[in-house]
Each structure stands twice: as structure tokens, then as C-alpha cells.
């Protein structure tokens, strides 16, 4: 099993070299992010590529993170606020255009995905960003197949990126980092560290 | 880009056919969801594999996925509701114990860890579940590797899963099913529709 193979590998990178990762990279990591598995398929984030210096610069001050400044690129995943009966519209009418077929099939859909209106903002804003979470998960593998390395990271400073990046006006916030690059493996202490992981019985359990 | 592939030929399955997974190819995905990155590695989710056929008519008696009980196997992902000392503890100790080195090495790492001591169990709870999501996108793409096919399922009686399961006793709570089986792609109306994504440059903005 290469996904196997492709899990080991990898590991959450503290210390990256200078190369870069090539435009055709990462348009397959962001064609992989794509392809991920969401709840009613709404994909109800989206994703900012960030190779500004100056931006990962103010984003990365006061960060406990060089990884933010110091990798090819910083990867950040919004997820929507809430669910608005525009972006269920938008999301029939893409599926219909998608499929070539009448939007009124899908009527029947269409109404169950109301569910979502009748949520919280703060109920369907922890629902989007499990959904980026999912894509997260395969933005790594995704990475890690392609020999490249990643960290994600979760202790950032979310209100100074939605700010910078303007993303409330867009209904979204950001929820987690993942840079990109290639490890230092000289000066990356963590780089030969055994993977620490649970035995399989604890994690799992059948019944 | 095998990845590709493998995310394109998967799709949320609405009907299986009797074919059971193998025991082998169970513990593979198992093993890839064990080998999920989780934030500071604390991996705060565990996994159950249902095959018992009782539990499952129970768990999908008035649900509107017949997946729940046609499936060959359920998994449940359940994360944990807060973050103790204990777990702290427990994880320090594993990992002195796996990379052979004295815990007291380990010090800095555990004061950091002392974070989640300080937020709320809702804090915690959030964050645990969005761990488990990374490893619901490694286990879909597990399965699809291995050419088994899946259904992640949101919307079920969390509740009473948690209570078949006595959840709630060991600090758990369900968060998201993941059906595995063979599609009946004669019978599945799915199996052959288009995949809907969104136009890479509406998901991906480079900044």
C-alpha cells in the first residue's frame, strides 16, 4: 500500500530549505484539495495560496511558527461562516450545468439541503470547517506523495489573516495553516524522529 | 499522480452490494487512519469498527442512510470531549517510551501541551473533532486506494450511538460514519454521475 508508505514519510516539518515547490506541484496539491470529500459535496471553504513575503512576514510576527515565513508557501483554509440560500442556489445551478441536466431535478435536493438554513451560523461554521479539515487531510497526503514536505498548523493568529487577506467581507475564516516545502534534513532536529503513534488496538476497537 | 486517480474513481456511495471487506485490507485502513497527522500528535479521536448487525439495525432504524446496515463495515469516529492532565501524561510518557529517551527530555513540550488545560471542554471538543476529520479524509482515500468504497455519513442519532457504544464513559463522542463496502454499481443511480467540483480558480486564490 503506497498511502502507507506516503504516511510515514511524512512528519510535520519545523526547519525547510530554500527550494521551492514548482507551479505544476502545487496545482496538483490544489487539484487533490479539490477533488476532497465534503458533506452533500458543498466544499464550503476555499483556499488561499499565499507566497507574499510581506504578507507571511505580518502574519508570521509574534508567531511561534518560523514555518510561516520560512517555507515555499503557506497554504491557508477558510471555511464559510454560514450557509446563505445564495450559495445553495449557486451549488444546484453548478451541479445542473455540471451534469446537463434540468435544475428542476433536483428540486428534491435542493430542499434538503434547506436543513442548512435552519442552523446556527456557529452550527454550520463548525460544519465547514470539519469539511476543510477533511481537504487538510488530503491536501497532506496529496503533499507527501509528491516528496513534499508540510506543516499544518493550528496556533496562528486567525483574526490578523482574515484581516489581511480581507475574508470576512467574503463570509469566510480561515481555520488552519499548512506550509509547503522541503525539509532542512541537517538542521530539522524533528526530521529523524521516530513517528510516535498509538498501537492500533487502542485507536481502534471492533464490535 | 496516483492521488488523483484514487479521488476521482470514489464517491459517496448510496448502495453496496453484499461483498465484505477483508480482514487484511480492514487493518490497512486502520493502520493509514493510526498514521494520521493530528495536531501536536496527540491524535484526541478514536476509531470503532461495527460489524455487529444488531448494533447497526438499531444505530439506522429511522435514518435516511440504509448504508448504516447494508454496508460490510460502519466506522465510527469519536473524539474526545476535553483534554485532561491524564491524557497529557499518558502521551508524554508514550512517546518517552517510543523514542527510548528520558521523559524528563520532554518537559518543554509537555508545559506547552498544558494549552489545552486552559480552554474550555467546547474548545477542546472542536478542536478533537476536527482532528478526527483529518483522518476521516486519510481513511477515505485509504479504502479508495485499496478500490473499497465509502459513505461518510453526518447526519446520524450521535446520541444513541454514544449510548450503544457507552461513549459518553470513556470521555468520547461520535462525531461523523464512515460506511466501507463495493459499490452495486447497477443499482447505485450514482455510481455513474459526473463529479460536481468547484472551477479550481473559484476554490484556489494565489495571494
Redesign the interface.
Known sequence: ????KT??W?Y?VKKYSDRKVTDNDL??I????????S?A?M?PY???????SQ?RKELGANSFNPQITESSHLLAFAAYENVTPEMINEYIL??AE??AIPVEQLDEFKTALGFFLGRTPEENF??S???A??????A???AA??KIDTT?M?GFNAQKLDEL?GLHEKGLKS??LLSIGYRDEEKDAFAK??????P?E??????
Open positions: 500500500m503506497e498511502l502507507q504516511l510515514n511524512r510535520a496545482q496538483k490544489i487539484e487533490a484539495v479539490n477533488l476532497s470529500a458533506s459535496g466544499q476555499r483556499l488561499f495560496v499565499i507566497e507574499n504578507l453548478h451541479i455540471t451534469r463548525i460544519w470547517s470539519r469539511q479539515y477533511i481537504a487538510l487531510g488530503t497532506l497526503i496529496a506523495e509528491l499544518p493550528e487577506l481555520v488552519v524522529l521516530k513517528k510516535v503513534r498509538l492500533k487502542v485507536l481502534a476497537t471492533v464490535v
